[in-house]
């Protein structure tokens, strides 16, 4: 299961996690983490899909606590997240993308080097061809 939190605005990946299985405290743990980070201040919005923990009591408990305010796709409607759905094709279209990953450290491996290269060599299309990294900082 990879958890990934990207800047709507630059595309850019601010965070990401490879775990076994879902778990609203690790994608909690992910949440904070990143914000903390990236010093984010309170008025971020969230948008997410609708699953159990996107929508779990300890991620939005933890998300008001921060003053981050959430919104979530349409029922049934799977393009109403474009830009990390566009995110993922990008990478399983990927030349070296291995379709599934031997290990927990495969993963992370080859994750780690697909959003450094998404992050800051990859020129958008659609960021009048500037990198997210471009457009982020």
């Known amino acids: 299961m ?18 076994s299985k879902e778990c609203k405290h690790l994608a909690a743990q992910l949440f904070a983490e990143t914000i903390a980070r990236h ?4 008025g971020l919005a969230v948008h997410s899909d609708r699953g159990s923990v996107m929508k ?7 998300l008001d606590s921060l003053g981050v305010s959430r919104s979530f796709s349409r029922p049934r409607v799977s393009n ?26 495969h993963g992370r ?4 080097d697909f959003f450094a290269w998404s992050n800051d ?9 500037f990198t997210p990294a471009d457009v982020f900082y």
């Open 39 to 42: 010093g984010v201040t309170p």
């Open 2 to 19: 990879a958890y990934v939190i990207i800047d709507l605005f630059s595309r850019f990946v601010v965070g990401w996690m490879l775990a």
């Open 109 to 112: 491996a080859w994750l780690q």
């Open 121 to 129: 060599d990859h020129h958008h299309t659609g960021l009048a061809l």
């Open 80 to 105: 109403d997240n474009p830009y990390i759905e566009s995110q993922f094709k990008t990478l399983k279209y990927q030349p070296d993308y291995p379709g599934y990953f031997t290990s927990p450290m």
């Open 56 to 62: 779990s009591d300890t991620l939005a408990q933890l």
